[in-house]
């Protein structure tokens, strides 16, 4: 008897993913409040553009090591708390980056939030996917992430009436006290992975309460010992992302985050600046670069059931390739009105294609390494991240033309298709060996009643 991938997507699982969704939410908005409030800092701290190359930077080394820390920790100890824990944690430092009083203490108050963020996302996905059915997962794990550029969005429409009113530290009070506040409804109604408490053993009761809460007519004693149909291994949780045929598949999983967050962060962070030094209005600088934010909700929506009905990699490969197009076409833009057109259809491929590779690192990897193949595809895929608004203000103090820049900006989403576009042959070639191999195992996982027959 399947007792998860079979049942229907209920209200309690929706509730799942709204609130994983509200949390990212207001990851999205923090993460990229920097963004939209530099030109106000730079204007505040007398600063020249590149200046604030370190900030940036300092909050994405940050998200990068939460990454590469909280997802190995959350596999060992449980997705729930450390969503909980991370969440309360950027919000304080979001509320302390509001009293930032030089570039020194920017830089490490935003690296500190950025630990906290970097630990939320992976284990946000994670537990969305461990709560969706297989056949419902693209789809509800892409509509959870939508928070993601939904807050980010929303960051940018507020900072526009936030600055001219508060100036720029209301925006980080306003970003800190969203998931301070969320923090006592996560405590209260966010559950622990079903899967997770299996693979723990010893775990009955809560395992038999979250299953009725799907399905009601789901009852069982408490005592029923449950089984997951999954791989485990013992060693080191980094190490089994390498085993059973997933060296490749990872390695280039990791090379199609570094450059799709790359490219995500070199536009998110420098948009509003270069838009603003082309002669447009701080405002509509602002609301341009939100709109690429708004682009990735609606590609987020909608490549999830395109991927459920067509397949991951054929439609990440496609989605990338096309971003690249259109952040290229932003360089020749002359009107408002078509940049703002290019960065819409830019972030449909840029954020929508990432929301797709967090779908794709949730799939391949099996439960009990689930959370850390997702972080450590965040945490390298960060590296990428601190690399592309480095690299946008060596071009800016270099004074590229904008058309050289934004060229050279749409080279890292070809990066990003290639290296989908191999995981999909590599995948297809194992599936043709073996339709049942490591990597779909793991999509194809199952809980059971320990006495049933497989």
């Given at each position: 008897m399947k007792l998860l991938d079979e049942q229907k997507v209920s209200p309690f699982q929706v509730g799942v993913l709204i609130l994983c969704a509200l949390t990212i939410m207001a990851d999205g908005f923090n993460t990229q409040a920097i963004g939209y409030v530099a030109p106000a800092i730079v204007r505040d701290f007398h600063l020249g553009r590149a200046?604030?190359?370190?900030?940036?930077?300092?909050?994405?080394?940050?998200?990068?090591?939460?990454?590469?820390?909280?997802?190995?920790?959350?596999?060992?100890?449980?997705?729930?708390?450390?969503?909980?824990?991370?969440?309360?944690?950027?919000?304080?430092?979001?509320?302390?980056?509001?009293?930032?009083?030089?570039?020194?203490?920017?830089?490490?108050?935003?690296?500190?939030?950025?630990?906290?963020?970097?630990?939320?996302?992976?284990n946000a996905i994670a537990l969305t996917s461990e709560f969706s059915p297989h056949r419902n997962r693209g789809t509800m794990v892409m509509v959870m992430f939508c928070g993601f550029p939904i807050g980010a969005m929303i960051g940018g429409f507020a900072t526009a009436s936030i600055i001219p009113a508060f100036g720029w530290r209301g925006v980080f009070i306003l970003g800190g006290a969203l998931p301070v506040l969320l923090v006592p409804a996560l405590m209260w109604l966010l559950p622990e992975s079903i899967r997770h408490l299996v693979l723990q053993g010893n775990k009955?009761?809560?395992?038999?309460?979250?299953?009725?809460?799907?399905?009601?007519?789901?009852?069982?004693?408490?005592?029923?010992?449950?089984?997951?149909?999954?791989?485990?291994?013992?060693?080191?949780?980094?190490?089994?992302?390498?085993?059973?045929?997933?060296s490749w598949p990872t390695v280039l999983l990791w090379i199609a985050f570094f450059a799709s967050l790359l490219e995500l962060f070199l536009l998110s962070n420098w948009l509003p600046t270069v838009f603003h030094d082309a002669g447009i209005t701080l405002s509509l600088s602002v609301i341009s670069t939100a709109l690429f934010q708004g682009g990735g909700v609606v590609g987020s929506l909608a490549l999830g059931r395109v991927i459920d009905r067509f397949g991951i990699y054929r439609v990440l490969t496609l989605t990338y390739l096309l971003a690249a197009v259109f952040i290229g076409l932003l360089g020749p833009s002359r009107s408002v009105l078509a940049i703002m057109a290019c960065t819409f259809c830019a972030g449909i491929g840029i954020i929508g294609g990432q929301t797709g590779a967090n779908v794709l690192a949730a799939s391949i990897y099996p439960t009990y390494i689930r959370s850390t193949g997702v972080g450590w595809a965040l945490g390298i895929g960060r590296i990428g991240s601190i690399v592309g608004p480095i690299v946008g203000g060596v071009m800016l103090s270099r004074h590229w033309p904008l058309a050289n820049i934004f060229l050279a900006a749409?080279?890292?989403?070809?990066?990003?298709?290639?290296?989908?576009?191999?995981?999909?042959?590599?995948?297809?070639?194992?599936?043709?060996?073996?339709?049942?191999?490591?990597?779909?195992?793991?999509?194809?996982?199952?809980?059971r009643p320990k006495t049933d027959r497989v």
């Open positions: 200046a604030l190359s370190p900030v940036f930077a300092s909050s994405l080394v940050g998200l990068m090591i939460g990454a590469l820390t909280f997802g190995p920790i959350a596999d060992r100890f449980g997705r729930k708390w450390i969503v909980i824990l991370c969440t309360a944690f950027f919000g304080l430092l979001s509320l302390a980056t509001a009293t930032a009083d030089s570039l020194h203490s920017l830089i490490v108050l935003r690296f500190l939030t950025g630990i906290g963020l970097g630990g939320v996302m992976p009955s009761v809560q395992v038999s309460r979250l299953l009725a809460r799907i399905n009601p007519r789901l009852t069982f004693a408490d005592d029923t010992p449950f089984v997951i149909r999954e791989e485990t291994a013992p060693g080191m949780a980094v190490g089994n992302l390498f085993r059973q045929n997933r749409s080279i890292p989403a070809i990066c990003g298709s290639i290296a989908i576009h191999s995981m999909g042959r590599i995948q297809a070639a194992a599936n043709a060996q073996d339709p049942m191999g490591s990597l779909s195992g793991a999509l194809q996982s199952d809980i």
